[in-house]
């Protein structure tokens, strides 16, 4: 499994003074550092709660709220199966058994060799292409059992 | 772009703009830049295009703009030709270089890539003639496929800003509150509450005021609001000062889904160029009024559209609904008087200030004036997004515009409202859609999502992934939700599984009023509608699960199994070799056998097989 990543301490404290160290954007923040390393190092944490002035209860209390954000490694594709309603009736399920079984972790997990996490995720808004899948910022869709299939050997490649 | 410092330099600056898109005689090409679109792959469509544009040194007679959603969605990537309306579905990269050769420089259609009508099976040229658009009044998502989101020039050269004008200029605040009140708009989000009294109780209150959009648009199988943010956000930000001025507020807030970044992207750019422009921020227009506009993202919590929850998300905190003794007109974000109103209500706004309210009042019913935006998805032939007026039928939406259900299978219900809606069957198909049918029938128009489903949707199932949605979405504070959604599951489960027993539908209907009376938010009290709805109109579905163990739709793996009809089996071996587990074996052009015991009941035999040959036992 991934070894926790190397901070660039630099990049946190832009980000945060995007904001202008303002409490309220408390959940862009996070948000913001999880795009980069696809999680939110708890490492930051101390520094989240200086600079914004804030409790630590209430940094864990938003990061374990919100879906978007991990407190756990992730994989370096972050493989989104949208489950909506839509794409529900038009055989999500089926593609989300059949990436589990080719990546051989179930969702939620992160494969063994750090490459893929898969996730559900309730509704990307892109109804009318269902099947849809994400991978990291691109959207798949139209998708049936093996161009799902496709899409995730084709990531694979690029990766090695 | 110089700052426009009064109404008479908006006026000029439009004029010119018109006047300039009217002189050039250029060819324009529009591709469909929207997320649904995108997700077919309209960038590789559009790179081709500009480069095959540039081989054949057209690319100076020819513009090319990437539009908001069309809202013909199955058929993306979308390409539509100006002036003519030329109208090219599902354009691949490969197609490029015969429609510059034969449309562009030629002037005519390629007939292989044209648009063929599945009901009457003739080809049609332009994009007015087809009976998904023809039938549509698209009084608010017209404009997205002829302007270029990114654009404030285009949006103001279709009258945009011109509402505005009159907010500041022509009409006091509460003649603008009593326009909306007279047009009778109603919240869009699902709500339906009457806009013109919100804003009016908003601005009765004392303190600083904030004007909000929720655009955390949630409802699984619904994206409107994604689509116009995306297509036009401008027209929400002119709604959105329109309001301010109404209300006598300085500060507002998009409030946009995390899983929604082109939106988040061109609404970025759309306040940066109003802002520019000055028609946003300090002393608009010259007139000493300021507002400005934030853009807040949230994190993949449904619960997050509920007011309440939405105002504490803005705040930086989780995301949990409040009890509303007290409304949030009166005190929300910050503890001050907040008016938060949804995406398509605030665009609907500028078209009634425009076009003013009686003629926005004559489009409708009684008590629901004007159109919808409705997301038509699901099991039908033309799915995608569709404006009509309230009032039209569920008929006319699924069949006439829908062109209604794919690979002749039987039409079974229509999910309306999302998460706290209900199933709607075939027997009310001709109710009228507005606020006040769909709820005598134990649904909801809801935000606008509308989910059709064939014989092959279990209804069990169906109230199981609900019920599974909003367990995992409950904020977890009261009891009722918490706890009644649990247990709502298990049972559900159960019955899906093969382990239901007499007494369940009972204890889901307890279970269900309990919830209905008792939780704290709407997210809990209108949690067991699917579950209800579908218990009163599928009852025999579920006594069949309960009782026979079984499931006519063949959805729920444990409570049935694919069986090959060696009557209508004419052993063209399709199943056999598509099947992944080699479960099917026989003869060339002699009936096949399935294997029981290697059957992992995929479906994949049951969708490929041309002759009805798989049947669900």
Known sequence: METAVEIDWNTIGNIINGYKGNPEALLMIMQDINDIYHYVPPEVIPLLVEKLAVKESLIYSVATFYKTISLEPRGKYIVSVCTGTACHVRGAEKIMDAIEGRLEIGEGQTSEDGLFTLEAVRCIGCCASGPVITVNQETHGGLDRSSALKVIDDYSQKAS | ?617
């Open chain 2, 1 to 617: 772009m110089a700052k426009l410092k009064d109404r008479a330099a908006l006026e000029e600056f439009r004029k010119k703009l018109q006047g300039t898109s009217q002189k050039r005689n250029k060819k324009l090409i529009s591709l469909c830049a929207g997320s649904g679109c995108g997700a077919y792959g309209t960038a590789k469509v559009h790179q081709t295009l500009v480069d095959e544009l540039k081989k054949q040194k057209l690319d100076k007679q020819v513009d090319v703009k990437l539009s908001g959603c069309h809202g013909f969605c199955e058929k993306g990537p979308i390409m539509v030709i100006h002036p003519e309306g030329i109208f090219y579905p599902q354009v691949q990269e490969k197609n490029i270089p015969e429609i510059v050769e034969e449309t562009i420089k030629k002037g005519e259609l390629v007939k292989s890539l044209a648009y063929k009508d599945p009901t009457s099976k003739k080809l049609i040229t332009f994009e007015e003639d087809i009976p998904f658009y023809k039938l549509q009044q698209r009084v608010i998502f017209g404009n997205n496929g002829i302007i270029d989101p990114t654009s404030i020039e285009d949006y103001i050269a279709v009258g945009g800003y011109s509402a505005l004008e009159k907010a500041l200029f022509d009409l006091k605040p509460k003649k603008i509150i009593d326009e909306i009140k007279t047009a009778g708009l109603r919240g869009r989000g699902g709500g339906g509450f009457p806009t013109g009294i919100k804003w009016e109780t908003c601005r009765r209150q004392k303190g600083d005021k904030y004007v909000i959009c929720n655009a955390d648009e949630g409802d699984p199988g619904a994206y409107m609001d994604r689509s116009l943010l995306e297509g036009n956000p401008h027209s929400v930000v002119e709604g959105m000062i329109i309001g301010a001025i109404a209300i006598g507020s300085h500060e507002g807030f998009v409030y946009v889904r995390h899983e929604y970044p082109l939106a988040v992207k061109n609404l970025t750019v759309a306040l940066q160029k109003a802002e520019k422009l000055g028609l946003l921020g300090k002393n608009i227009l010259g007139t000493g009024f300021d507002f400005t506009i934030h853009i807040s993202r949230g994190g993949g919590a449904f619960v997050c559209g509920e007011s309440t929850a939405l105002m504490a998300s803005l705040e930086g905190s989780p995301g949990r609904p409040k009890a509303k003794y007290v409304h949030t007109v009166e005190k929300g974000f910050r503890q001050n008087p907040s008016n938060l109103n949804n995406v398509e209500t605030w665009a609907n706004v500028p078209v009634i200030i425009n076009q003013g309210a009686e003629w926005y009042a004559s489009i409708g019913t009684e008590r629901s004036k004007g159109t919808k935006i409705f997301s038509l998805v699901g099991k039908v032939v033309n799915t995608g997004l569709v404006e009509v007026p309230m009032g039209t039928t569920l008929r006319s939406i699924i069949f006439d515009i829908g062109g209604g259900i794919p690979k002749k299978k039987k039409f079974k219900a229509v999910q309306t409202g999302g998460p706290s809606g209900g199933c709607i069957p075939e027997q009310f198909l001709d109710l009228p859609v507005d606020f006040d049918a769909l709820a005598k029938v134990g649904s909801i128009m809801g935000s606008g999502g509308m989910i059709v489903m064939d014989q092959d949707t279990c209804m069990v199932d169906v109230a199981r992934y609900f019920v599974d949605f909003l367990k995992d979405e409950s904020c977890g504070q009261c009891n009722p939700c918490r706890e009644g959604l649990k247990q709502m599951l298990v049972i559900l489960t159960g019955i899906c599984e093969g382990r239901g027993k007499e007494g369940d539908i009972e204890l889901l209907e307890e279970l269900g009023t309990m919830m209905q009376k008792f939780s704290l938010c709407g997210l809990g009290t209108s949690a067991p509608n699917p579950v209800l709805t579908n218990m009163l109109y599928f009852r025999e579905e579920y006594e069949a699960h309960i009782r026979d163990k079984k499931c006519p739709a063949g959805v729920c793996k444990p409570l049935f199994h694919y069986e090959i009809d060696a009557e209508a089996c004419t052993g063209c071996g399709v199943c056999a070799r598509k099947c992944p587990q080699e479960a099917i074996s026989g003869e060339k052009k002699k009936p096949h056998e399935l294997h029981q015991d290697q059957c992992i009941k995929c479906g994949i035999c049951y969708d490929a097989c041309k002759f009805d040959a798989i049947a669900i036992q």
